[in-house]
């Protein structure tokens, strides 16, 4: 018998994100058929009462993407249970202990990270941090390195590196493995993919909602902390790495660690033409009072090596903007000399560079734009700019594509097999704290406050500017 214990059972990750995606995992057969998962929090519930909370979690969803079956159901419903208890309590953590079996055990923490220092003791002080044991660890993991460090020394105390798995969710969307896959199972792009054919990135997480009544956590991370050191650093690195000799965990993250090592510093001089703080007008109003918390953050980064020398990296992410999109464009350099005319404008359709758009969000999909003629028999060639995709579902035109997984389907299987490719190793956390906490100290000396924008609109017009003075313009702009 295998165990997964959930830590924060009856919480809103737990049962918004992490059951279901138990659920979809029974659905398709992937769980060990010996599993049980344990869920424990304080509130005094019983097992059946929870076995309902999570069904009426569970049902909706499932329904909604048209896998609900009773028989799933009660195979994963005869998997759980439920302990009452304080995890800090080394004491109540025994009886956890005795339920747990002698196979591996997976203790995901979907609790405060504030506690993750006081229920690692207490687990190794009840026996449940044997060699078998491995330690799902949700973000935020501290505020900075040094309060970072402080938590995860408090975990490294009791269990090894191999032991931890840092969540990074996107890196359980099904395009950014696609995005690997595209990178290194192919010959074509890998020539292509450097400072003498790109020209620069933009990677873009826009979203529609509001801080709404997450503004005591949000307001003492902003956008820098929430978004930018983790989801849209592990994308960059994903773009920027070297190819890794092995798909294995540490090949991956010795690549990755590489390119955060090389990220160039920014400086109090260079803060205010590479960054942008924004906060969306209503924000003060929700709040309650005036603050100096950026619900945008726009940055200009710079990779300093062979391969990404003068090719800027330029991240955005907001709350309150006009769309949700979150999305990767590689923007190819245009071409050498136009055959079509000087600036191939002299014929209808001027030559648009290349581009390649990874969309994790809305869509999932990876396309191609490129130039090709417009049919016809005029006597001047028209150029026509054309889309490509190349994504999954498109060899066959007629199936349906795959279900949209929850990207914690892949992460908590690979967990329970041990897998940390996909995980954030400890020296990796480290150096994306590091320039982060570099960008918010330039902030500071600089005196950078944050820039009113309307909600609904791409962010200050300051983040336009940091493209247009160097000649470029963000995507989202010319659809
Ligand atoms: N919600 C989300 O979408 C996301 C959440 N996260 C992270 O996941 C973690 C959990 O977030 P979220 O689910 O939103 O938080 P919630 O507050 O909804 O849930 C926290 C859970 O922890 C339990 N808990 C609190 N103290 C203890 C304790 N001493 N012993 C045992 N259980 C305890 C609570 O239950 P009880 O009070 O009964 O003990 C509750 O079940 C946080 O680290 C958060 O940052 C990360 C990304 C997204
Ligand atoms: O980690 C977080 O991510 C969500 C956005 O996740 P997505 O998968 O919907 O793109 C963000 O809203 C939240 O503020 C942040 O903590």
Known sequence: MSALILFGGGGDLALRMLLPSLYFLDHDGLLDPELKI???????????????????????RAKSDDVWSDETWTRLAARLDYVALDATSADELKALKAKTGDGSVTAFMAVSPSLYGRIVPAMHAAGLAGPDTRIVLEKPVGRDLESFREIDDAVSAVFDERQVFR???????????????LRFGNTIFEPLWNNLTIDHVQITVAETVAVGDRWPYYDEYGALRDMLQNHMLQLLCLV???PPSNIDADSVRNEKVKVLRSLRPITVEEAGRVTTRGQYTDYVSERGAPTDTETFVAIRADIDNWRWAGVPFFMRTGKCMAEKRTEIV??????????????GSSYRGAIQPN?????????????????????????????QPITMSLSWGHNDRKASPPRRRIAYERLLLDAMAGDSTLFVRRDEAEEA????????????GAAMKVEPYEGGSWGPEAADLLLSRTGRRWSSHER
């Open 38 to 60: 344990i869920a424990a929090a304080r509130s005094d519930e019983t097992r059946d009462a929870y076995i309902e909370r999570v069904r009426a979690s569970v049902e909706p």
């Open 167 to 181: 969540i990074d969710h996107y890196l359980g969307k099904e395009t950014v493995q696609n995005l690997i896959a």
């Open 240 to 242: 920027a790495m070297e």
């Open 433 to 444: 704290w590091k320039w982060v906490d570099e960008v918010s100290d330039a902030w500071d």
């Open 355 to 383: 581009r390649m758009i990874i969309e994790l969000q809305p869509d999932e999909d990876i396309s191609l734009e490129v130039m090709n003629k417009q049919p016809g028999l005029d006597q001047r060639m028209q150029l």
């Open 330 to 343: 590689i923007q190819f350099k245009p071409v050498p000399h136009s055959i079509f005319g000087r600036d």
